[in-house]
């Protein structure tokens, strides 16, 4: 019986953090995504949660999911978008992760959520913060629009992902955070270069 209990929880856990991952990518695909599965039944959400299966919580966040994507695709706004969306990504990331983890002691429901959650979305959205000011710059925005593509889709498949295989997502989340978190290294150790 513990080690079911402990099962569940470990894969609430990778749940969560995928979502929180994915937001940081999109913030709004996620949640939309906890939304549908908890109002299909297929999902459980832990104590204080329960909104997120409601209609006005479905309807709020597929409005806000297709006007995040839409204006990812406005020149200058998308790199605005970037800019308010780090603090977004890791708040939206620890509630994602918080709300998985069903009814466990709160203290350990929101510092998790806080490390694993806000810190997997913080990673993914400094990345594709970078990445966008990169392809700014080298390519005058025009690359942009195949970077807001790239990046909605992402946060789509990790969201099924989430749900539909959340073993793989054990794997497949630290690597894309590795690989986030060398690139961001890397793009700060060479701005700290050239301020010398």
Known sequence: MAKLIEMEFLIALCIGITLSAASGFRVFIPPLTMSIAARQGDYPLASGF?????????????????????????PVVDNFLDTIEIPTAITVGTILTAA??????????????????GGAAGMVEGLTTM??????????GVGNPVLSTTEALSSSVLSILAFVAPWITIFLIPFILIIAGRKLWKIFKHQKGKTK
């Open 50 to 74: 329960e909104w997120l299966a409601t209609d006005a919580a479905l309807i709020t966040l597929s409005v806000a999911t297709v006007v995040e994507i839409l204006a990812y695709y406005l």
């Open 131 to 140: 990445t966008r000011l990169a392809s700014t710059t080298m390519t005058a």
């Open 100 to 117: 998985s983890l069903g009814d466990i002691d709160p203290v350990l429901q929101w510092t998790l959520a806080l490390l694993a959650g």
